[in-house]
C-alpha cells in the first residue's frame, strides 16, 4: 500500500481544537485526522455502498493511548 501525503490549509483556531481533542484522544493531530476520515469512509458506505479497494475504513485505525 502507498502512502500519500496531502498538505491542507486550515484557520489557526481550528488547528488549535484539533490538537486538542487529538491530544485528548492520545493521537498525535495526523493520526486523529485519520480516524476521522476513516468514520467518514465508514458513514458514506453504510449509507451509499461499498467503495471499490481493498482498504476497509474499519481496518487500522490506530486506537487511543488512554
Do not use: C, Q, W
Request: aromatic content about 6%; overall charge neutral.
Amino acid at each position: 500500500m502507498a502512502i500519500k501525503s496531502v498538505s491542507i490549509r486550515i484557520e489557526e483556531e481550528m488547528l488549535r481544537k484539533l490538537s486538542y481533542i487529538a491530544d485528548y484522544e492520545g493521537r498525535s493531530i495526523n493520526s486523529h485526522v485519520l480516524v476521522l476520515i476513516r468514520e467518514n469512509i465508514k458513514a458514506f458506505e453504510v449509507e451509499y455502498g461499498t467503495i471499490d479497494g481493498d482498504i476497509k475504513p474499519a481496518i487500522n485505525v490506530k486506537p487511543t493511548t488512554k
